[in-house]
């Protein structure tokens, strides 16, 4: 699948059938989040591959509801836990990216920690791939980290960024609309 094609085609997948994903395929897609830049080639990221139903449950647990207008729903991509059968947990150590040589914990822009971008682009990476492969995925930021790091032993100085199911998508996703280039693009000065 060409990049452009993968980059356009992903869509956020909540639903997935009880199909098994092998190995190979998962090994590619953490082979792809391998192969992210990041800040002086730090390499932040650890992934976490939980295959383990229950710890899977328990995570499902840690999402956070979604909060409305007018009421609080659970988290729409919980479900997702109990048929996709791989979640890979995103975690990031600390202190790293963004720190200048020599200097932990001393910052080299006015950014400070570039922990979540750097996992970002180790994120973008692996659900790219998984969707190349013909797999689904939902990137989940709403969750209780603190609980998460405790459920996958998650050691000091780590900390868990985000998570994906895994998995046969159970439908096609929809192209949500897309802002025009007009409205994001400035040129020269805003």
């Known amino acids: 699948m060409d990049v452009f094609e993968a980059i356009k085609g992903r869509r956020s997948i909540r639903r997935f059938t009880t199909d098994p994903v092998d190995d190979a395929k998962i090994e590619a897609i953490l082979e792809a989040g391998r192969w992210a830049p990041s800040w002086a080639n730090t390499q932040c990221w650890r992934f976490v591959v939980v295959r383990d139903p229950e710890i899977r449950s328990q995570l499902a647990k840690t999402l956070y509801s979604i ?7 659970p988290n729409p991509a919980a479900p997702a836990f109990d048929t996709a059968p791989v979640v890979i947990v995103v975690c990031a150590e600390t202190g790293k990216a963004g720190a200048e040589h020599g200097a932990p914990g001393k910052y080299a822009t006015d950014k400070g920690d570039w922990f979540m971008f750097d996992t970002a682009l180790a994120v973008e990476n692996m659900v790219l791939a998984a969707h190349a492969l013909g797999l ?4 989940i930021g709403a969750f209780d980290a603190p609980k998460t790091e405790q459920i996958l032993n998650v050691p000091q100085g780590f900390r868990a960024v985000a998570m994906f199911p895994v998995g046969v998508p159970a439908r096609e996703g929809k192209a949500p609309p897309r802002k025009e ?8 000065r805003w």
């Open 67 to 73: 909060k409305l207008p007018d009421r609080e729903v």
């Open 136 to 139: 689904g995925t939902v990137i």
């Open 181 to 188: 280039l007009s409205e994001l693009v400035i040129r020269d």
